[in-house]
């Protein structure tokens, strides 16, 4: 399985070089984005728009959380920052130990390469998650997009690992966008942030997983135990991502705390080995069913 770390921090340079904006979102679209390509086409988001200010991977990348390329303090003190703290070298280091470990397991990609890319993050819009996020859902392609500070940096392995996770998880089993319904998606979340851990430790998991407390938490688990088998990604959404995004997002909220659905689907993962004694590398190729209804946590 072999991998490629986008140089993503030369590209950035480049773009701040450019003074017209135009120019500057066609660099973005066919330089900073050409690696993604395949990404892009698969989710249906084109390189540009037919219409003017239309759909497309500018405004694509805007609603997950990028910075505005218009924006060059953001993106230069962004960079500056990445750059002090060497995260290219973390990523390159962090995909080679998750495709290391994952591979001594018998674990695959389903893809010849892995394509890496750091975008730096917009923080107000990834105020809620801390700065950071990431995209893993097609196998051959992650994308970590970071504002960085003291609290994600520490986490950069650990998010690589999460979308890695997600990679390995669908290259075994089929993502049906339509048809997801809460107890796969609260799954695959779990799954993910359980290898984070094992390869990262408890300490490095995102806010997503530990945001909440214990009272919080015992609520959103019977919550969502009355829904997992809602479906739709919509409706999904609004369990996994919790009131305050599905309210952003144009959701239906159903009263329940920030990424509500991750921490839950952290605790089931968890149960579900720990009772069956079960590693993170055997967990992954475990059923959505297997995990629900061994893991403890949903039953009456």
């Known amino acids: 399985m072999s991998y490629k770390v986008i140089d993503t921090f030369n590209q950035y340079e480049e773009l701040l070089g450019?003074?017209?904006?135009e120019e500057r979102k066609n660099y973005f679209r066919y330089t900073m984005m050409k690696p993604l390509n395949e990404m892009w086409n698969f989710i249906n988001v084109p390189m540009k728009a037919k219409q003017e200010n239309g759909y497309d991977v500018i405004m694509a990348t805007k609603?997950?959380?990028?910075?505005?390329?218009a924006d060059s303090g953001l993106i230069q003190k962004g960079l500056s920052i990445l750059r002090e703290n060497n995260a290219y070298t973390v990523a390159d280091n962090t995909i080679k130990n998750?495709?290391?470990q994952a591979s001594e397991r018998g674990l695959k990609v389903n893809a010849e390469e892995?394509?890496?890319?750091?975008y730096i993050a917009d923080p107000d819009k990834l105020k809620r998650q801390m700065g950071?996020?990431?995209?893993g859902g097609i196998p051959g392609f992650i994308t970590v997009n970071i504002y960085p500070n003291d609290y994600n940096l520490p986490k950069l392995p650990a998010v690589i690992a999460h979308e890695f996770h997600h990679n390995i998880r669908f290259s075994y089993f089929?993502?049906?966008?339509?048809?997801?319904?809460?107890g796969d998606y609260l799954v695959i979340e779990g799954l993910a942030e359980s290898f984070a851990q094992e390869l990262y430790g408890m300490e490095q998991?995102?806010?997503w997983v530990n945001g909440m407390d214990k009272e919080e938490l015992a609520y959103s688990t019977e919550v969502i135990g009355e829904a997992l088998d809602v479906k739709g990604f919509a409706e999904v959404s609004s369990y996994m991502f919790g009131d305050e995004i599905a309210s952003q997002e144009g959701y239906q909220p159903v009263g329940l705390p920030f990424c509500a659905g991750y921490a839950v689907g952290y605790e089931a993962v968890q149960s579900y080995m720990q009772k069956h004694n079960k590693t993170i590398y055997e967990a992954t190729l475990a059923t959505t069913d297997e995990i629900i209804h061994g893991c403890g946590l949903f039953t009456k």
């Open 205 to 207: 998991l995102g806010p």
């Open 114 to 118: 892995v394509k890496l890319g750091l």
């Open 132 to 135: 950071y996020t990431g995209f």
């Open 63 to 69: 609603m997950l959380g990028y910075a505005d390329v």
């Open 18 to 21: 450019i003074t017209s904006l």
């Open 98 to 100: 998750c495709i290391a």
């Open 174 to 182: 089929e993502w049906d966008h339509g048809n997801v319904t809460v």
